[in-house]
């Protein structure tokens, strides 16, 4: 708007004319499933670090973010500087540990962005309007989990991305970082896929966003908690097993077991799985938690009225 | 070609049955689906848009079946739900770009389409503010843009009225109105007022306990009854003087409400007979008009149950 200080134009007569077009009907392409669950895949996955959102929405998960790339910048930064002087000939922590040392972090990311995707459209009942289009009711489920997985995954695997390339500039050996490292980028997944399965659900099941935000962190936090006094308490008594069952019931002592059993990284726990059998049982464990976390959300959504 | 049609539609749910083999056949332009609350209408939506199955029968959308067809129909048809929808922290202009992305528009064309639409409806500046701030008449208008993003053939508007003051009422089904007659979409809008229907729709069809009530164009409804309305001024007791007059004349003339006056047309010449007789009594002839039959009278001649004239 111009203020009545301003010169008046010049006495040229406009020559530009507004027409009203009325209704323009759509007569361009409309894409297949394929594309749009990629694309709500891609604006979910967008969603779980704000972007799209809020400015305020995008503090936490951007937070956190830098927070957990922090202690891998400083763990590079002495990698690269400090070698020779400290004599290290691998990374300081092992990529397999980081999460494990993180998990506040993560738990948290997880608890917080859960419900942005699952909650939301429940409590605003916005479901309809997904539901009134093209897309299946499975697939919208799939994929609000796979971006809620990824957005996890990225999280986790950044910071080991990150000291990967320092390792490689403090000349460790290519070969060893490289099989390790993509042991850890399994494991990020495996946990991803985990963690974003237990955290849809449980967001899933109270749509409220701040009873979600608390039960996912209560129920991640607590069973780590449990499990790691277990294994303590069972090392220290000699009983190895009943602590090597117990890690099944955490998804960090969980994925730290099969990273151990499958790619031989350096345990992070007191009691790894040190037999095939409970190597295997910990493997069965994952597929069956992350298998049963989809299938319960699905069920879940079935009961969805549109 | 029928834009929808239902065969033996039923819906029996563990206590109540929503729909009772219902057999319809609705075409192009705006149709109003009338009913009291509980009838069914929200019911047949939701079967139409393949989201509920029905116990038996059978529905066609636009050619496709609704058992099987479900993903066809649902990106040719517009939905807009009775209930509140929208997610309280985002801007409509972003909601709207996202589901025309979500019916398979490529993001550009969302963009476009949501800009276009959300002029249509009327939301200007306001839509790129977040919809938790919005009135009443705003998220209505919200909810029709997102069901109209991707250009459907068919909108399904279901009490689309709700909630709103008398303004934004009239505002809404001029809205309606637009979409049906100017844009060429088929509207399929339901209401349980009886008197807004009657305003914009083309065809009416009434729907009680699930069962199939009439179904007809919306100028049949409204037929001609046969008598004229007339209203008199000129001295209190004007409407007696002259319903006397007309009788003595030989016509059938009894008070209607108000201070009206009904009088049965016996031929072409009882306007001209009412107009000599007021000039004779010196009375004033404020208006005569044609009685028209309402389309609650239908709801009291076929027993419907509790349905709100307006």
């Keep these: 708007m111009s203020s009545p200080s301003e010169p008046a134009e010049p006495a040229r007569a406009p020559t530009g004319v507004i027409h009203d077009l009325g209704y323009r009907p759509y007569a361009g392409p409309r894409l297949g499933e394929r594309a749009v669950a990629w694309s709500f895949f891609l604006t979910g996955l967008r969603n779980t670090f704000g972007l799209g959102r809020s400015g305020r929405s995008k503090v936490l998960p951007m937070g956190l973010f830098g927070v957990m790339l922090l202690p891998a910048l400083i763990l590079v930064g002495v990698l690269v500087q400090a070698k020779d002087l400290l004599g290290l000939d691998a990374q300081i922590v092992p990529y397999s540990t980081y999460p494990l040392t993180t998990q506040l972090l993560i738990s948290v990311f997880v608890a917080a962005q859960a419900p942005v995707l699952i909650s939301r459209d429940l409590r605003f009942r916005t479901i309809t309007l997904y539901l009134a289009r093209p897309m299946r009711r499975t697939v919208y489920v799939l994929v609000r989990l796979a971006s809620l997985a990824a957005g996890t995954f990225v999280l986790i695997a950044s910071p080991l991305l990150l000291m990967y390339a320092g390792g490689l500039l403090a000349d460790l050996p290519v070969g060893r970082e490289t099989t390790r490292f993509f042991g850890a980028v399994v494991g990020a997944a495996l946990l991803a896929v985990l963690l974003a399965g237990l955290a849809a659900l449980v967001s899933a099941l109270t749509v409220r966003r701040g009873m979600a935000v608390a039960a996912v962190i209560v129920v991640l936090l607590v069973s780590y908690t449990v499990v790691a006094s277990i294994q303590g308490i069972s090392v220290a008594t000699g009983n190895e097993t009943v602590g090597e069952v117990a890690g099944i019931f955490s998804p960090y002592t969980l994925v730290n077991g099969v990273q151990h059993y499958l790619f031989d990284s350096p345990r992070a726990t007191p009691a790894p799985p040190s037999s095939d059998a409970m190597g295997l049982l910990y493997v069965a464990a994952v597929v069956v938690m992350a298998g049963g976390s989809v299938v319960a959300l699905i069920a879940r959504y079935r009961r969805v009225s549109p | ?310």
């Design chain 2, 1 to 310: 070609m029928a834009v929808i049609e239902t065969a033996g539609l039923t819906k029996q749910y563990p206590s109540v049955t929503a729909l009772d083999h219902l057999d319809v056949e609705i075409g192009e332009g705006i149709t109003g689906l009338v009913g009291a609350n509980g009838a069914g209408k929200s019911t047949l939506i939701k079967i139409l848009l393949g989201l509920v199955g029905a116990t038996s029968g059978s529905a066609r959308v636009l050619g496709h079946d609704v058992a099987t067809e479900g993903p066809e129909i649902r990106a040719l048809v517009g939905y807009m739900p009775e209930h509140d929808c929208l997610p309280a922290d985002v801007s409509a202009s972003d909601l709207v770009v996202h589901l025309g992305q979500m019916s398979g528009l490529p993001y550009a064309a969302a963009r476009e389409r949501a800009a276009d639409v959300l002029r249509h409806v009327g939301l200007a500046e306001e839509r790129y503010r977040p919809m938790g701030g919005y009135s009443t008449g705003m998220k209505q208008r919200a909810k029709l843009a997102q069901a109209l993003v991707h250009d459907p053939r068919l909108v399904l508007l279901d009490e689309p009225t709700n909630g709103l003051d008398p303004s934004s009422r009239d505002d809404m089904l001029a809205l309606v109105q637009k979409v049906g007659h100017e844009f060429g979409i088929a509207v399929l809008v339901t209401s349980h007022l009886l008197g807004e229907l009657e305003r914009v729709s083309d065809h009416v069809v009434v729907l009680d306990s699930g069962r199939l009530l009439r179904a007809s164009a919306t100028t049949e409804f409204l037929h001609a009854t046969g008598s004229l309305i007339v209203e008199v001024q000129g001295r209190p007791d004007a409407d007696r003087l002259l319903g006397q007059a007309l009788v003595d004349a030989g016509l059938t003339a009894r008070p209607a409400e108000g201070q009206l006056i009904e009088v049965v047309v016996a031929d072409e010449r009882t306007p001209d007979v009412v107009r000599d007789l007021t000039v004779d009594l010196g009375l004033g002839l404020v208006r005569m008009q044609e009685r028209h039959q309402r389309i609650e009278d239908v709801f009291r001649e076929g027993g419907a149950g509790s349905v709100q004239p307006v």
